[in-house]
């Protein structure tokens, strides 16, 4: 493990894809163009694009030749092939749990222990691929408080991984929306208006920007929106008001209805049937906690 495996490891994770056959095995790795513009109206393309050269500084020397990369104005994909035999691509699938998508890849438990350098290196692949900071990001719509969301679709192993790797550095996380009834739909109205399975969306860790500036991006555009909106943060905020775990404050808790759904099979088995008011129980329950 190096700098330039873990970032590569955190793509995958955040949000690639495997194809393998009998002797080569392929990755793709995704970089969604989430708004067509920035915050200061320019066109996000352009400066995935002028990201592309530092990326590929970081890859290539792994896999040994040059990636073709191909840009629509919705998304950017990077590509490689490699034999299965290849030392780089069994540690790669060794590290992501044999997964075939991101939705269904896990952290290698020895991820855990690499070094702090690459532990930030890996959640900024992360990042970089599934990580937004937008001015719609702020919290409850206050002025100054701005987040980064790491956007996780599906995989609620990897909402938990990634949590913990960010508590081993020292970095809370602000709230968790999970794709869960009681969070999507908690008042019921969509599950009332015949839509019963519109909470099944992506889980959302948020991370006030100033946390994040230790993890940071690549991405151009995304990194100066970090720092502009983590100096702006702490304008109206204090950092010791940012700088606390959940467990560190007092919880609120508004009482949910129960929902219909909480017994889904799509629900993992550790939390399926269970009724939750509180994003912090949820978290503990699946393995977040003190």
């Known amino acids: 493990m190096n700098n330039q495996m873990a970032y590569l490891i955190g793509m995958i994770l955040g949000n690639g894809e495997i194809q393998r056959n009998k002797r080569d095995t392929t990755i793709t790795i995704e970089i969604p163009h989430k708004n067509l513009k920035d915050d200061d109206g320019l066109e996000v393309s352009v400066y995935v694009k002028s990201s592309l050269a530092d990326i590929r500084n970081v890859i290539e020397p792994l ?16 590509s490689f092939t490699k034999s299965n035999e290849d030392y780089t691509m069994r540690e790669i699938l060794r590290f992501i749990g044999n997964g075939v998508h991101h939705s269904t890849m896990t952290m290698n438990d020895d991820l855990f222990n690499i070094t702090t350098d690459e532990k930030k290196e890996l959640l900024r692949g992360v990042a970089d691929v599934t990580g937004y900071i937008r001015r719609s990001n702020m919290a409850y719509g206050r002025e100054g408080q701005h987040r980064v969301y790491i956007e996780i679709p599906g995989n609620w192993q990897f909402v938990i991984d990634i949590a913990n790797m960010l508590k081993t550095l020292g970095i809370p996380i602000q709230t968790m929306d999970f794709g869960h009834p009681n969070f999507r739909d908690s008042n019921l109205k969509k599950y009332n208006e015949g839509k019963p399975n ?93």
Do not use: C
Not at 63 to 78: C, E, L
Not at 205 to 220: D, Q, Y
């Open 198 to 290: 519109y909470w099944k969306k992506e889980h959302q860790v948020k991370i006030w920007a100033n946390e994040f500036l230790p993890i940071g991006f690549n991405i151009v555009h995304k990194q100066r929106a970090l720092e502009k909106y983590a100096e702006e943060l702490l304008e109206y905020m204090d950092e010791n008001k940012t700088h606390k775990f959940y467990w560190e404050k007092p919880v609120r808790i508004r009482k949910k209805e129960k929902h219909p759904m909480e017994n889904d099979a799509s629900l993992p088995l550790k939390i399926r049937g269970k009724h939750y008011d509180s994003w912090t129980d949820l978290a503990k329950d699946l393995g977040y906690a003190e």
């Open 63 to 78: 896999i040994g030749h040059s990636i073709p990369i191909t840009q629509t104005k919705r998304a950017t994909k990077i």
